[in-house]
């Protein structure tokens, strides 16, 4: 089975930081809206764990999990975003993007990668 066919495995939920005024503060928050209406927010897609040599090479601990994302079509994913993945067994992680989507097939442009990082890991 190839990577191509797997792209609708777990799916994804892309956010990006708004910051709102407050009485005393700005307040951030995460928003599918803040992409604006360009840019997809929610996709299938096929996650991988990335190897720890491969993430550490790319400046990343060894104790924080990095994955791949793999999809079918351009996610338009980079640094202001979050995602927000849901695997096949229903568990959740919200990831910070280390390596923004490219097209991991060159000019046929039918494969996208991007690397991301458990962001709550990065918090403890």
């Known amino acids: ?16 930081e708004e910051i709102v005024a407050g009485n005393e503060e700005a307040i951030r928050t995460w928003t599918t809206e ?9 996709m299938d897609c096929c996650v991988q764990d990335n190897p720890i040599e491969e993430a550490q090479m790319l400046g990343v ?23 927000f993945v849901t695997d096949t067994e229903g568990v959740e992680r919200e990831c910070f993007v280390i390596k923004p989507s490219f097209s991991f097939d060159g000019s046929r442009a039918r494969l996208w990668k991007t690397i991301v990082a458990d962001y709550l890991a990065t918090e403890e």
């Not at 803040?34 to 929610?42: K, L, M, N, V």
């Open 61 to 83: 601990r060894a104790e924080i999990r990095v994955y791949r994302i793999y999809t079918s079509e351009n996610p338009y994913i980079d640094t202001r975003d979050h995602v």
């Open 34 to 42: 803040a992409r604006g209406s360009s840019f997809p927010t929610e």
């Open 1 to 16: 089975m190839s990577i191509i066919s797997r792209c609708s495995r777990d799916s994804i939920t892309i956010k990006r």
